[in-house]
């Protein structure tokens, strides 16, 4: 069986009628942290500068979720409450218009990142299909739930849906390029189905369905970087978007790229498809990939 190391992909919706989009601008200034990187705090400013758009032109959602825990020690009972809050904003980010304005400067030896984001948003009508996925680490049980790669560690990745749909994944370098990880490259009909209420480990030979050819993923010496990944689930079809083989060859010549296409043409072809289809889902997941 031969690996694959970096994966992107994309599909098409079929069409349905799109809310009406407005375009949206946020701000956001952050206070670095001494422990965070630059890269990191970039990051985060544009998150919330979007997050901020957002709930100004669509509101938010105000949540709480408390928690009551009871421990038996030495005789003793110990109850402890904890209270949980949380906002969400009521709009769904389509994308990006222009470029990004980031201002970074120290005042009193303190690190400050400012980010200008404008872009075309829609209001969240309906509620987000609750799909789940996990990152696995050198195993395929949800135990094995990381965040942080080394070079040679077996990539997995699980996934459950309380209804039945389409299903993308993508490894995403910040603007460089996109790698298809599903469906997989020796699928020839650019989609991949899943059934309700079953819980998929794809990039596992041993978890295959239907004896299908699985690509099976890890990262290879020179993946030092922070990575995202797109999973995309959506219960109307879709298709993936045109990509390319990879012209990347490792020593070993039985260790094959992911087919890949540019980061700008991705997120095109992201916006077209979320544009057309109100139902699609979309959750990202950081990854750092160190020695």
């Known amino acids: 069986m031969k690996k694959i190391t970096l994966l992107l992909c994309g599909f098409l919706a079929l069409p349905v009628f799109a809310q009406k989009e407005k375009t949206v601008e946020g701000e ?18 544009l998150n919330m500068a ?5 709930a100004s032109e ?28 949380s906002s969400d904003v009521k709009g769904e980010w389509i994308e990006t218009i222009g470029k990004v304005e980031y201002k970074v400067k120290y005042e009193d030896e303190s690190l400050i ?13 309906t509620s987000q299909i609750d799909f789940q996925a996990k990152v696995l680490r050198n195993g395929t049980d949800d135990r094995n739930e990381d965040d942080r790669f080394a070079v040679g560690d077996n990539f997995f990745l699980s996934f ?23 469906p997989y490259q020796k699928q020839q009909d650019g989609i991949y189905q899943v059934e309700a209420n079953y819980r ?11 004896q299908e050819k699985v690509d099976e993923m890890f990262f290879p010496e020179g ?22 083989a990879s012209n990347k060859v490792l020593s070993d010549r039985k260790t094959i790229y992911p087919r890949e296409l540019s980061f700008n043409d991705f997120h095109k072809w992201l916006a077209k498809c979320r544009r057309r289809d109100k139902e699609m889902c979309l959750q990202k997941i950081l990854l750092t990939v160190g020695e």
């Not at 998929?200 to 239907?210: E, I, T």
Request: charged residues 15%.
């Open 28 to 45: 956001f200034v952050y206070h670095v942290p001494e422990t965070q990187s630059l890269a990191d705090a970039k990051k985060h400013t």
């Open 50 to 54: 979007k997050f901020n758009a957002l």
């Open 58 to 85: 669509f509101g938010t959602i105000i949540s709480q979720t408390n928690l009551t825990h009871i421990q038996n020690s030495n005789s003793q009972t110990v109850t402890q409450f904890n209270s949980f809050g």
């Open 113 to 125: 990142v400012s980010c200008k984001v404008k872009g075309k948003a829609r209001e969240i009508e």
């Open 160 to 182: 459950k849906t309380p209804i039945k749909g389409f299903v993308a994944i993508y490894l995403v370098e910040e603007s460089k390029s996109v790698q298809c990880l599903l």
């Open 200 to 210: 998929y480990v794809f990039f596992s030979q041993k978890d295959a369905q239907n």
């Open 223 to 244: 993946s030092l970087t922070n990575y995202q990944v797109y999973v995309i689930f959506s219960p109307n079809q879709f298709f993936k978007a045109v990509d390319s």
